[in-house]
């Protein structure tokens, strides 16, 4: 079985603050992990995967993750909020199930950025 | 390339009605997946669906919810005689064969369903 915890449901930061928002990972298998940010009243977007290549991963609008498989960790950062990244993330993990893709997604973590 | 569409954005229905949420998929996608967003929550998963196929329904609430994905026209998500716990966002996504490989879904603006 997978599972995705996100740590903190709400994460305030100030504009030009360090972005950090947490998730952990439970897999059997080595997973397959992305985040995705969800603006207000709109869809889900892909900011970035891993998928068993580089662990440091880069992302859209500046936002990067890594995997760490000790800590079965793959934290999202920011070096520098900016208003316009204030909105709900939320990390998941895919697995290959029969064939196609069986994804579950954590809680998601609203960050708000304070001028 | 048109993303993936959902209509309506925003359904509101009274209790014991239906609700009909239609997703079109990206062109040249194949497979159509459901979620489930409640309040305060993280998406569930409900249905993954192909072409006239319903590949894995496991996360689909066993009575007055269906799903189909016909061969021509959009996939339909049903809710027969809804109910207030009904309320959520319903977000489609889909991807193209062979994405097992990428593990990429496009996923959609969603359905809002308000049950009053």
């Known amino acids: 079985a997978q599972s995705v915890t996100q740590l903190g449901s709400h994460v305030s930061v100030s504009e030009g603050a360090l972005v950090l928002l947490r998730c952990n990972y439970s897999?059997?298998?080595?997973?397959?992990l992305f985040w995705y940010v969800q603006y207000p009243n709109q869809g889900l977007q892909l900011l970035l995967k891993y998928t068993s290549a580089a662990t440091l991963v880069k992302g859209i609008n500046g936002f990067e993750a890594e995997f760490k498989k000790s800590e079965t960790s793959f934290h999202l950062t920011k070096p520098s909020a900016h208003m316009s990244d204030a909105a709900e993330y939320f990390c998941?993990?895919?697995?290959?199930?029969?064939?196609?893709?069986?994804?579950?997604f954590g809680t998601g973590t609203k960050l708000q950025v304070i001028p | 390339n048109a993303g993936v569409m959902q209509n309506p954005r925003h359904l509101v229905r009274r209790r014991g009605q239906e609700a009909r949420l239609r997703c079109s998929p990206m062109?040249?996608?194949?497979?159509v997946y459901w979620y489930r967003q409640l309040p305060e929550e993280g998406l569930k998963f409900m249905v993954y669906?192909?072409?006239?196929?319903?590949?894995?329904e496991s996360g689909m609430p066993k009575e007055r919810f269906s799903a189909e994905f016909p061969k021509e026209g959009p996939s339909i998500l049903r809710i027969q005689q809804v109910v207030r716990g009904d309320s959520a966002a319903y977000f489609c996504a889909s991807s193209p064969p062979g994405s097992t490989r990428t593990y990429e879904q496009y996923f959609g603006p969603g359905t809002r369903l308000t049950v009053t």
């Open positions: 669906l192909q072409k006239e196929n319903i590949i894995d």
């Open positions: 998941a993990v895919i697995m290959n199930s029969g064939g196609y893709q069986k994804v579950t």
């Open positions: 062109k040249g996608h194949s497979h």
């Open positions: 897999s059997s298998v080595p997973p397959y």
